[in-house]
């Protein structure tokens, strides 16, 4: 096994005994083919066990392990070691409070998930002996690309709008109610358009289009917001 | 377990140093100042073609002084960074689907491209370039 020797520098806060947080430098050896994850779990396991950070499902599915990377937002459980050179930053996700060390506060992202009205709204209700809603392939296909998101918060770490304006709805918030507004089903896009529609909304979005690039594995919160 | 939140701040007015992908959007933002400016002088050569031929000769001559050209070039670069950075845009913002599938994004953007090379030709038709 190739082995690497990695130099992290990681922020740390301590919401009990701290009043600012600090960086602080790890050594660990890992393997070659590692991600960040992985290094910071082997300096929990290792050296420092009061490190603190989320992570679950170490395949890019659960969206928890979010996080600056060398200043990017990065899912740290898909961020090879072997594409960094020199000491690697990490950081909590910038834009939200920070609870403590690599953890931060979702519940300003949860509370605007939940404004846009993420569930199908029927046009008509329908007695379910009428059976089910039908949908075509191709119904289908029309909002598949925006289901995807896996709540991981990197688009509003990557939106220097949202950092700017936090009262901004957000790309993953938009791209949810576009998604549900493209659903064939759905009749509930004028509800949606309430909260989406507004000067909080879709026009707070200036194009700067890093949402997209930080999220280029799941969805594209930009192409809700331009339409 | 108390909460005690830290709140890191962003820098109002320095944000953009922070990431590449940033400074390449301010610099894009920066390219209407001069689509706006060309836009001023487009009004100004209006008013003075309205104001009479005499008005109108001055305001070409002007227009042909060193410093007016640099300032026309800018304007030049400036609108096909603006119009290409929108093209490459188009494959997100205006997404086409044909039964089950959407149009690949380089034939949206690339009809657009097209499109502009088509009317460019025009325009350059009809102000007697050929
Ligand atoms: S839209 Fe993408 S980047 Fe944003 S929260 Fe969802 S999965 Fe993450
Ligand atoms: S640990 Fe689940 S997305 Fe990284």
């Known amino acids: 096994m190739k082995e690497r020797l990695v130099q992290l520098e990681v922020l740390r806060y301590n919401p009990d005994t701290d009043t600012e947080a600090r960086f602080q430098r790890y050594e660990v050896t890992c393997a070659e083919e590692w991600v960040v994850l992985d290094a910071l779990n082997k300096v929990k396991a290792d050296i420092d066990p009061t490190l603190n950070y989320r992570w679950s499902c170490h395949m890019a599915v659960c969206g928890s392990c979010g996080m600056m990377i060398n200043g990017e937002p990065k ?3 898909h961020t090879f070691l072997r594409d960094y050179e020199g000491v690697i930053r990490v950081e909590p996700l910038v834009h939200f409070p920070v609870e403590r060390d690599l953890v931060t506060a979702p519940d300003d992202f949860m509370e605007k998930l939940k404004r846009v009205k993420p ?6 209700k329908k007695p379910i002996s009428e059976g089910e809603y039908k949908q075509t392939p191709a119904q289908l296909m029309k909002f598949r690309q925006y289901s995807m998101c896996i709540n991981c918060m990197l688009c509003y ?5 949202y950092g700017l304006t936090p009262h901004f709805i957000g790309p993953a918030a938009l791209t949810l ?5 493209q659903d064939s089903r759905d009749g509930g896009r004028k509800e949606r358009q309430e909260v989406v529609a507004t000067h909080e909304g879709v026009w707070e979005c200036t194009f ?10 799941t969805s594209t ?4 917001c331009s339409r | 377990m108390s909460r005690n939140p830290l709140i890191r701040e962003v820098p109002p007015t320095s944000w953009y140093f922070r990431h590449p992908l940033y400074l390449r959007y301010m610099s894009r933002e920066i390219t209407s100042i001069f689509i706006g400016a060309y836009c001023v002088l487009l009004v100004v050569g209006l008013q003075r073609l309205a104001a009479g031929p005499a008005a109108w000769e001055g305001f070409v001559t002007a227009l042909q002084s060193p410093a007016s050209i640099v300032f026309q070039f800018l304007c030049l670069v400036a609108a096909f960074y603006h119009a290409a950075t929108w093209f490459n845009a ?3 913002a205006m997404p086409l689907q044909i039964g089950e599938d959407f149009v690949p994004g380089n ?8 499109a502009w090379a088509v009317l460019s030709v025009v325009v350059l038709f009809f102000t007697g370039v050929f």
């Open chain 1, 119 to 124: 569930y199908i709204i029927p046009k008509e």
């Open chain 1, 177 to 181: 109610a576009h998604r549900y507004n």
């Open chain 1, 75 to 77: 899912l740290s459980c």
């Open chain 1, 157 to 161: 770490a990557a939106c220097p709008e």
């Open chain 1, 208 to 217: 700067v289009g890093a949402c997209s690039e930080s999220a280029r594995r």
């Open chain 2, 107 to 114: 034939v949206i953007s690339g009809a657009h491209y097209a």
């Open chain 2, 90 to 92: 188009t494959q997100k």
């Open chain 1, 221 to 224: 919160p930009r192409a809700p």
